[in-house]
């Protein structure tokens, strides 16, 4: 029942910046680490950055100094700040969380946002 959705992806030029945002609703339940990847056509998914319930961040090499991640915890939604984008940016960026309900936890995705970087 409980669902993330994705939002904010579309085209920007290189060195530009987008906002991508991930709402999670559908009942009762907590929201613990949330993470987001990608996926460029051809290519694995990789994970980009993670943020814990109390704030701390984590990022991949590919992205540091350039991503920033955030969460509004009262209103379930996690953000990733983009600048500086790059062709090699553009992929299906998913949204992931662990979230507990009804006692139990439970890892969901997103159906993600494209984000295109043109040169």
């Known amino acids: 029942q409980v669902q993330l959705v994705e939002s904010g992806g579309g085209l920007v030029q290189a060195g530009g910046s987008l906002r991508l945002s991930c709402a999670a609703s559908?009942?009762?339940?907590?929201?613990?680490?949330m993470y987001w990847h990608r996926q460029a056509p051809g290519k694995q998914r990789e994970w980009v950055a993670e943020?814990?319930?109390?704030?701390?961040?984590n990022y991949a090499n590919s992205v540091k100094g350039r991503f920033t991640i955030s969460r509004d915890n009262a209103k379930n939604t996690m953000y990733l700040e983009m600048s500086s984008l790059m062709p090699e940016d553009t992929a299906v960026y998913y949204c992931?969380?662990?979230?507990?309900?009804?006692?139990?936890?439970?890892?969901?995705w997103g159906q993600g946002t494209q984000v295109t970087v043109s040169s």
């Open positions: 559908g009942g009762i339940f907590s929201l613990n680490t």
């Open positions: 992931r969380a662990w979230i507990t309900t009804s006692g139990f936890s439970t890892d969901l």
């Open positions: 943020i814990l319930r109390g704030g701390i961040t």
